[in-house]
Nanobody, 128 residues
Framework: QVQLVESGGGLVQAGASLRLSCAAS????????MGWFRQVLGKEREFVAG??????????HYADTVKGRFTISRDNAKNILYLQMNSLKPEDTAVYFC???????????????????WGQGTQVTVSS
């Protein structure tokens, strides 16, 4: 079973950038479809970005709200998943979670119930 720990959140102004990290232990990330989700208090957790496992080409997929601004990537040597967030907006404020999918799908799932392992989350706050 893989364990996940996020870091890199913080308080930034609109237009700034942040890079979130998700360090894995126990298993190699390259063997999982991985996703980033975010949640605002009182709202449903929403999909942000995903990347397929290495054997499926490490294909990426993004929510429309972040497409062109966020980039998901994976460093297989360091066993870390990243989310580079540029041109941040106040509406990006949320707790961000990384998660590992329970199945090796050819495309990333946007459904949180498909992800069986979650990190503890990291807070991102974007001020206007």
């Amino acid at each position: 079973q893989v364990q996940l720990v996020e870091s890199g959140g913080g308080l930034v102004q609109a237009g700034a950038s942040l890079r979130l990290s998700c360090a894995a232990s126990g298993r190699t990330l390259s063997g999982y479809n991985m996703g980033w989700f975010r949640q605002v208090l009182g709202k449903e957790r929403e999909f942000v970005a995903g990347i397929t496992w290495s054997g499926s080409g490490s294909n990426t997929h993004y929510a429309d709200t972040v497409k062109g601004r966020f980039t998901i990537s994976r460093d297989n040597a360091k066993n870390i998943l990243y989310l580079q967030m540029n041109s941040l907006k106040p509406e990006d404020t949320a707790v961000y979670f990384c998660a590992a999918d329970g199945f090796l799908r050819s495309t990333t799932s946007t459904l949180q119930n498909d992800y069986h392992t979650w990190g503890q989350g990291t807070q991102v706050t974007v001020s206007s």
